[in-house]
Nanobody, 115 residues
Framework: QVQLVESGGGLVQPGGSLRLSCAAS????????MGWYRQAPGKQRELVAR???????NYADSVKGRFTISRDNAKNTVFLQMNSLEPEDTAVYYC?????????WGQGTQVTVSS
């Protein structure tokens, strides 16, 4: 079993910043990829950013230049630094970890960008 614990969501004004964290624990042998997805009301869940084991990253076009994903392999933790937040970034953010071909999801953390 793999457990994911997310933290760092909240309410922020437009232009502000938040940092999300997701720590994985349990039966972790080889994490291939760690990433963040988001789902806004009435919309499909979408990829925000992903980092794989060799350090390569990819981002949604809408967050390039504003969000940065990083990981601490020793602590099995992935971070998402979100700057210049916009109301359109409001969503529930989910952490996803891929281990030996299986995907594991966190419970989600709400990010609300509003004045």
């Amino acid at each position: 079993q793999v457990q994911l614990v997310e933290s760092g969501g909240g309410l922020v004004q437009p232009g502000g910043s938040l940092r999300l964290s997701c720590a994985a624990s349990g039966s972790i042998f080889d994490i291939y990829a760690m990433g963040w997805y988001r789902q806004a009301p009435g919309k499909q869940r979408e990829l925000v950013a992903r980092i794989i084991s060799d350090g390569r990253t990819n981002y949604a076009d809408s967050v390039k230049g504003r969000f940065t994903i990083s990981r601490d392999n020793a602590k099995n933790t992935v971070f998402l630094q979100m700057n210049s937040l916009e109301p359109e970034d409001t969503a529930v953010y989910y952490c996803k970890v891929t281990i030996l071909g299986r995907n594991y999801w966190g419970q989600g953390t709400q990010v609300t960008v509003s004045s």
